[in-house]
C-alpha cells in the first residue's frame, strides 16, 4: 500500500476526506501538506486528530528528504482545483481556469465530463478539456 493510500485510510477512519497532498516549500521549509474535506467542515480538532495519526506513520516512512512540517488543513474556501474529483465536486461553483497559453477564463463550471469542464462566461459556454490547465481554482465572491 502506498503512504498516500495509508494516509487515505487514515482521514477516512475519522470521519473525512482526503482533498489533497503536497509538498510545498514556504521561507526556506519543507511543508508535507495534507488537505481534507469533512460533510460537517473541517475544524482544528479534526486537524489535530488526523494530524496525531498521520504523524507516527510518517516518523516510519517519511514523505521527504530532511526536515520538513507536516499541515492538515481544509483546502479553504477558495481551493485549488487539480484532480477530476476536484472539478466533479465543484460543479455550480464559480472559478478560475488559467489554460496552457496563458489565457485565464472566469466561470461557473457548470458541467464535467470525460476530462472536460464547461464554463458559463459572460461570453456564453467555453469546453475546456483538463489537458490544456495549468492551474484552476474556486473563486469566493463577498
Not at 495519526?53 to 517519511?62: E, G, Q, T, W
Not at 483546502?75 to 481556469?97: A, C, D, Y
Not at 467555453?126 to 473563486?139: G, N
Request: proline residues 6%; hydrophobic residues 30%.
Amino acid at each position: 500500500m502506498s503512504l498516500e493510500q495509508e494516509i487515505k485510510q487514515i482521514v477516512e477512519s475519522c470521519g473525512a476526506k482526503l482533498y489533497d497532498i503536497e509538498t510545498v516549500s514556504d521561507r526556506g521549509k519543507t511543508i508535507y501538506r495534507v488537505t481534507i474535506t469533512a460533510p460537517e467542515g473541517v475544524d482544528l480538532q479534526k486537524c489535530v486528530e488526523i494530524s496525531n495519526l498521520i504523524s507516527p506513520l510518517l516518523d516510519v516512512h517519511p514523505p521527504v528528504s530532511g526536515d520538513y512540517n507536516l499541515e492538515v488543513s481544509s483546502p479553504g474556501v477558495e481551493r485549488k482545483l487539480k484532480k477530476p474529483s476536484h472539478f466533479e465536486h465543484s460543479v455550480g461553483e464559480k472559478v478560475r481556469v488559467t489554460k496552457n497559453d496563458g489565457e485565464t477564463i472566469e466561470g461557473v463550471l457548470s458541467d464535467f465530463r470525460d476530462h472536460t469542464l464547461t464554463l458559463q462566461t459572460k461570453n456564453g459556454p467555453i469546453e475546456i478539456p483538463l489537458d490544456q490547465i495549468t492551474y484552476a481554482k474556486t473563486i469566493f465572491e463577498w
